[in-house]
């Protein structure tokens, strides 16, 4: 999880005090993600403690783009723009809350 993590930190189009203490948090998360078995367990629980409430929009496609290679690693190398729109297409159900289409519409991300 560490390094899905720190690979796609720059996806995430944020900085901020929560996502610097996500990537401490998951730095001793050596093995690789697809090694993870419980890697969405994993990560709901990193992410939840940060975010309790999936308030941070910043913080739940930080969620979701990490999952995603986890489940398509032919995506892994995509474009910025596309593997957010593809992580939110796949994590988020397709429909992203209301906060976080508002947060992707300012790259011009469309779901």
């Known amino acids: 999880m560490s390094s899905a993590t720190r690979s796609r930190h720059a996806s995430w189009r944020a900085d901020g005090d929560a996502l610097d203490e996500l990537l401490e948090r998951s730095e001793d998360a050596d093995e690789p993600v697809s090694a993870a078995l419980e890697l969405e367990e994993r990560a709901a629980e990193a992410f939840g403690a940060l975010d309790p409430e999936r308030e ?3 913080l739940a496609m930080a969620e ?10 032919d995506e892994a190398g995509a474009p910025r723009a596309d593997v957010l729109r593809l992580a939110a297409r796949s994590e988020l159900r397709g429909r992203p809350p209301a906060h976080v289409d508002s947060w992707l519409c300012e790259p011009r991300v469309q779901v």
């Open 56 to 58: 941070d929009p910043a």
């Open 64 to 73: 979701a783009v990490v999952l995603y290679p986890a489940r398509r690693r």
